[in-house]
């Protein structure tokens, strides 16, 4: 029998994952939907947005306007229900809440005039002096009749889920002038965002630019007030475009990446949100957004934590295997032949190595060919005779330019050359050379010199 009745009930993972797919592939509810376009247009549109307040260093600037707006909607609705009207309707409130975010970010420009005043510190203030004020008027409006139903505390969190179809329409004009400012001033931005100072020698009018993008954050930032609220907002315009720096240096490139991401992002939001129960919408966005900048932090291909600790692999990597081609090549200086075979306890006694570090060193060379065992220790191929020649090349005559020029004694040339040898190009080798010889400072006319210093069984000094 209860085996029966276990068997009837529905598998709770099974009924997610079809309400998944039913929102994925829209087919769920009509208010759903909405709140899955809206929110997806909102992030589109604060993604490519919030790649020029990135670049430009205005991204603090969104979130004191963000917060600014609070107290803004608060004396909107009480403005509104003095004079007899519907303080909670959005036509009444939105205006508000951009005046105040507007006089906000104004306040913050003028506190930037004191001498003593920085930026950082002058948001702060604002930052935290208007949305105080806001949450004093919001305990002030809950106390009147009405005040509790109004619905203003959904402006500090956002209430994505009570969007309706006038709603995303006001968000997607909203973000359609917002993209098409993007695109019609690609240029102007860009070079606001690069360079400020050539941008006024071409004659661009930087600080009308400058108004100009302030005017599109408060356009999308009261237009995604109701969703995702005062505070959360700002999430929206700087973690796609931080994401997307970590995949291209490109402008163009990051502001589509950007735009995506904050699509994405929302979505994903938004869906969960309306699959999970009692899970808010705003902050399930934020989270979305996040978890696509930690992964974009760990995985892209080129500034991603794995492909940076990869690099990093290499490069000491191949600093070893190079300085064992130039202990094994100073050895063979020491006994007259180039192709001396040197014991574990030689190489160990010239590079200072651990037992570990050396063996990494040496299966490195021999991968290359470079290096090859023989009676129980290692000598050099050609190919590896070669290339140590070319090390300890820029290697000597480094130590020769540092003695000479810099004025460093030759018994401590040798560690500063061991740190710049592996980066020394071959044009920059050449110049050095001829720069050497040009004042009579190398001794031979060898295609390797002799060290400065003395090159002895046990070390390099």
Known sequence: MISALATSLPDPTQTAMSAWWEILTFRSSHNTNVVLSGTALLGVAAGAMGTFLLLRGRALVADALSHAALPGVCVAFLVATALGSDGRSLAILLPGAALFGLLGVGVVQLLMTLPRVKEDAAIGVVLSVFFALGVVLLSVIQKQPGGNSAGLNNFIFGQAATMQAGD???????????????????????????????????????????????????????????????????????????????????????????????????????SASAVIEHLPTGPAIVVACGSIFVVSLVAAPRRGLVAAGVRRLRVASTVAREHVLRALYEHGEIVNDDQAIASRTDLLARRGWSDAHLRAALR??????????????????????????????????????????????????????????????????????????????????????????????GGTH
């Open 168 to 270: 995303r329409r006001l968000i997607a004009v909203l973000a359609g002038v917002v993209l098409l400012a993007c695109m019609a001033l690609y240029k102007e931005f860009r070079l606001l965002c690069f360079d400020r100072g050539f941008a006024r020698g071409m004659g661009y009018r930087t600080g009308l630019l400058d108004g100009v993008l302030l005017a599109l954050l408060t356009i999308l930032t009261i237009a995604g007030l109701n969703a995702v609220g005062a505070i959360l907002m700002v999430a929206l315009l700087i973690i796609p475009p931080a994401a997307a720096r970590f995949w291209s240096d490109r402008l163009l490139v990051m502001i589509i990446i950007a735009a995506v991401v904050g699509g994405i992002g929302c979505f994903a939001g938004a």
């Open 364 to 457: 490195a060379a021999i991968r290359r060919r470079e290096v090859r065992a023989a009676n129980g220790g290692w000598q050099l191929s050609p190919e590896g005779l070669a290339a140590a020649r070319t090390i300890v090349r820029g290697h000597r005559l480094w130590e020769y330019f540092l003695s000479t020029r810099a004025g460093i004694a030759p018994t401590h040339v040798d560690r500063d050359a061991d740190d710049i040898e592996h980066v020394l190009g071959e044009e920059l080798v050449d110049q050095l050379e001829a720069d050497l010889r040009a004042r009579g400072a190398l001794p031979d006319g060898a295609l390797v010199p002799r060290s400065v210093h003395t090159i002895s069984p």
